[in-house]
């Protein structure tokens, strides 16, 4: 519970102290928080707030951390931007099986003072079905205004017609817990990562935009074994070679100026004994399945850029067949580039094609001599017979 | 009567149908994606356009010719209303019912860019309803409907719109966006 | 006047094709049947050819836009 009420501020007060701050969305999109805030303002109808904290990406644990353990301070910035902006109702989409999460927000929300206030916004959790693309934010308005969880085109935007036709201001749920820190004097620049791959478990950590990834893989529990590459931005992100992206700071600015961004704030160490050539095509296997199936480059591109990467991976496949697939995974990722009704596309297009330029010993000796022994391995894991268990009835690998 | 009113009546109705299958059939075949390097996809889809407008002339024609002709004596109404005509109620009023439904048809398609294409596509499939009315029409009232070569040519056009209805079931459709 | 650009909702799209054919200056199709469209301004002479293209679409998804479209960058995925 907030030991006092957070500050409220009107909307100048308010976007001023953002743009001091430099906030930017913390979703992935990077986009100055104080120009989305005027943007909503400058309509004509009442806005609504809507807090997303779907986190489809499945590498990404810091909105489900921030929403449970730092519940009040994401509200204190949704209650700071919805007074602002003279908002009557504040949504927090969760993705449905975090229900914890979901408890965490209604216990908060019961001890929340505002909420007697005369004109007080209604604040509603609501869960959203989980899948990558069902976060994407005209996905998640869709689906809260009784629409599939699909994205449509834009224009409009839901800054101009969101939720129930009104301007909507959707953030990242962490974008929030950043206003709450603006707005009560405790903003420091500090964000929250989550890391992954080769570290003890998958950690959130605090980081200063100085911090660098090296220090960032420390606090997370050290790495477990060498580092082969870096994934930055989950899996809509850049990979970068593990020597120079260590030394990297965690600071948007710096990574993006090298073609890199932290999205949603996500590291991914690869470790040296795991096969890069498997791991992104199990990803994008993952990512092609994921499509809202709306797209045809989408539904048909990302299928087969996967396909591609598979045969890299499938052993029995002549030399030939499989260098024709690493040539045909390079055009076909420029060809889906930018060519989808949202951006799903596009970052699998980034995300393989960054893979390929850093792991590039690593697919061209796939290419060359077929797969390595834990290819192999995954490989027949993922294609082992199954039986049913007699005890569980669950389909259990021979 | 005018004898040659007589003509231009039963010409511009047979003219009508041939052309109104054709625009059928041709909208069938663009559905399936039908094309080749002589036809392309959007000469298909001229020709279905034209023949369209082509067939809304001639039947502008044949209704003004039938109203106007003094002998059989349908009033305008019976053209548009269906069941308000003593003579042959039951030809007629399938004729009043295929002209409504095209001019539905025909307006939405002159109004798609406003209409937005999930309206008009609704509105279109009315021209699968009309067609089998407007042959019917023709077989009930045709002047020459028992003549050897009007049946030839109502098989012909069965023949045709079916045959291109069964390659458009046949057609495995590629991705739509609901 | 205005500089005119194409551009396609890829949503409605389902590869018909037939902006290829009538405006092959500008769209191209991919491995898949689906337009590739030259976003950059149209010239005055190929003004027509594309309206005629936008027309053609049978599934309402190719547009003309007027001006170069201002609004904020594209929400990520």
Known sequence: MPSRPPRRMNLNELVDSLERARLHGHGGAYFPTGTKLRAVASQRRRPIVVVNGTEGEPLSRKDRFLLSARTDVVLDGAFCVAHALGADAIVVGVDHRRVQVIDALEQALAGRPELADRGAPVVEVIGVPDGFVSGQETALINFLNGLEAKPTTTPPYPFEKGLRGRPTLVSNAETYAQIGRIVAGRFDGSRHVTVAGAVPRTTVVSVRPGTTVAAALTAAGGVTEPISAILLGGYGGTWAAAAPALELPLDEPTLRAEGLTLGAGIIFALGSSDCGVSEVARVTRWMADQTAGQCGPCVFGLDAIAGALEDLCAPGLPGRDRFRSLAQVQRWCAMVNKRGGCAHPDGVSRYVTSALSVMAHTFSDHAGNGPCDRCEADYRAANAPLRRSVRTGQAVPV | ?178 | MRSERLIVDMISCSAHGMCAELLPERVSLDDWGYPVIDAAPLDPELVGLARIAVQSCPKLALRLQREPARAPARARR
């Open chain 2, 1 to 178: 009567m005018l004898v040659l009113q007589y003509y231009v009546i039963r010409a511009t109705g047979t003219m009508t149908l041939i052309l109104f299958t054709a625009t059928v059939t041709l909208g069938l075949l663009n559905r399936s994606r039908v094309a080749t390097d002589r036809w392309p996809r959007f000469v298909i889809d001229r020709i279905h356009r034209n023949a369209s407008l082509l067939a809304a002339a001639f039947l502008a024609v044949h209704i003004l010719s039938a109203v106007t002709d003094s002998f059989i004596a349908i009033p305008l109404t019976a053209a548009f209303i269906p069941l308000v005509h003593t003579y042959s109620t039951l030809g007629i009023s399938a004729a009043a019912v295929a002209c409504d439904l095209l001019l539905a048809v025909l307006i939405s398609s002159l109004v798609k860019g406003r209409l937005g294409y999930g309206s008009w596509r609704a509105i279109h499939w009315l021209a699968y309803a009309a067609w089998p009315v407007a042959l019917l029409h023709g077989i009930g009232n045709g002047i020459d409907r028992a003549t050897p070569w009007m049946i030839l040519i109502d098989l012909i056009c069965v023949g045709s719109v079916l045959s291109a209805l069964a390659l458009r079931l046949l057609t495995v459709p590629r991705l739509e966006a609901v």
